[in-house]
């Protein structure tokens, strides 16, 4: 493959495919149908795929992936929903030079979401990024400022941003129903499997390896998803999860950057050389407000949200693995993602102490909602915005400053779980070098994320 140039491609065609797209945005209506191009074919792919074809407003003109292996489950996906062949590249840059095309769907692991992003901006596409949003803090807000100086729509894969419950949850939260909130908690408690290791083995036929490692160091293949383990290719299995619930909690209390972050946990359970922890506990510190974030790999007892089929029912709480929690003077309140809805309770009046009851409720009177409805929904709302060029559900900058807790508690992680004090007007550390260190990704040339965008 060829060397990437970065400013043959802002002066090239890629430029000017972004000035036509910007223009045509303008006549993008009821008779026009929004031009997609998929980028990455895997799991997250396909079921953005089965989403997408379910309108009939879109046409997918591309799908791309390093390894054309991919092609065909995405291609039928494709028939089947809409009856026509899209056109299959390796190379995701040919996607981008096409005037043609109105968005993006960026649903490639981690190492990719921030570079491929930002190139969509500057070749004027709207983008639909899949979480987690960065490796760093630093590659957020180069998207946050790409976004924003291409004027691009971008809307991230939390996808209970567009929950139903969600807003009525907040306004009840602000109405001071639950009293004055001091505590909050998010959880991600499941368990997962290891991490296996193959042998090193030739590049298979039809994987442009060099492409695929993009960003992160290019090391010896190996079959399955081995990368997972290691800092420069994955944010780690919990608070990649766990960013889902992270979203929703700064939804909830209304708070933006923490004052201080500890995180206390480590790879306790498996033996799989991973490079993140297993367990994981993180405390941070909004004003008069404390988060707490709980994760481990290692509980079967817990279950997550999304496998609720009774539409009738309220997730058992105690054992959710996927809950937030908010405390009042109050009230408290269970929240959950994925159709979970919410629950309040509070004491019960004229009986005796302790004794709780529900008090307030939302969740089937919004609609039953599953992860794939919510999907639909997330893509409804991110062609309404494209139309609208008003802000996403998921806006780029909401989701990089929910994020930010992600890749604080890591961080405190990487440099001995220590605490860690944070400033959010320049998002770096007060006056600690080390931890700083880790504000930015290691990426590799040429897939370097620019100092401007």
């Not at 223009?23 to 929004?34: E, F, L, W």
């Not at 692991?109 to 960065?134: F, N």
């Not at 009230?331 to 309770?345: C, E, I, K, P, S």
């Not at 604080?408 to 944070?422: D, E, H, P």
Request: overall charge positive.
């Amino acid at each position: 493959m060829q060397s990437f140039n970065r400013r043959e491609f802002l002066k090239g065609s890629v430029y000017a495919a972004g000035v036509s797209a910007v223009s045509r945005k303008k006549i993008i209506g009821a008779n026009s149908k929004v031009i997609f191009g998929i980028m990455g074919l895997g799991g997250r792919g396909i079921h953005l795929i089965e989403s997408l074809v379910k309108r009939n407003d879109i046409r997918i003109k591309y799908i791309c992936d390093a390894d054309t292996r991919r092609y065909g489950r995405a291609a039928e996906v494709i028939v089947e929903g809409h009856g026509y062949k899209p056109k299959f590249v390796q190379d995701f840059r040919e996607m981008l030079a096409d005037s043609e095309v109105d968005a993006i769907v960026n649903a490639t692991s981690d190492r990719w979401h921030a570079l491929g992003t930002i190139m969509a901006c500057q070749a004027g596409k709207d983008v639909y990024v899949e979480k987690p949003l960065s490796l760093s803090i630093w590659d957020g807000r180069k998207m946050v400022e790409a976004a924003r100086k291409y004027k691009r729509i971008v809307q991230v894969g939390t996808q209970s941003r567009s929950a139903y419950y969600l807003e009525d949850a907040v306004n009840y939260i602000h109405s001071g129903k639950l009293g004055d909130i001091y505590l909050a908690r998010v959880f991600l408690m499941q368990k997962s499997g290891p991490i296996n290791v193959a042998d090193i083995e030739p590049v298979p036929e039809g994987l442009d390896y060099d492409l695929w490692c993009g960003p992160s160091p290019m090391l010896p293949y190996r079959p399955g998803r081995w990368f997972w383990r290691l800092w420069d290719f994955y944010t780690g299995y919990i608070m990649a999860d766990m960013i889902h619930q992270m979203d929703l909690v700064r939804c909830l209390i209304g708070k933006r950057y923490p004052d201080t972050v500890y995180n206390e946990g480590g790879v306790y359970y498996f033996n799989d050389g991973r490079e993140q922890p297993d367990t994981q506990f993180a405390t941070y510190r909004f004003g008069k407000i404390t988060l707490l974030a709980e994760g481990s790999l290692w509980s079967p007892y817990m279950h997550r949200i999304v496998h609720i089929k009774d539409p009738n029912q309220f997730p058992d709480w105690p054992f959710c693995s996927t809950k937030i929690e908010i405390c009042g003077t109050e009230g408290f309140m269970y929240f959950g993602r994925h159709g979970g809805g919410w629950q309040v309770y509070k004491e019960k009046k004229g009986t005796q102490e302790n004794e709780l009851a529900v008090s307030e409720k939302s969740r089937i009177k919004f609609g039953y909602m599953t992860e794939k409805n919510i999907t639909d929904e997330q893509f409804e709302n991110f062609i309404s915005c494209m139309n609208s060029r008003k802000k996403p559900n998921a806006d780029i900058e909401e989701v990089h400053l929910s994020m930010i807790l992600c890749h604080l508690a890591n961080i405190s992680y990487r440099v001995g779980n220590r605490k860690l004090k944070f400033d959010g007007k320049t998002e770096t550390f007060v006056n600690d070098a080390e931890a700083n260190k880790y504000l930015k990704a290691n990426y590799r040339e040429p897939w370097i994320v620019p100092e401007k965008v």
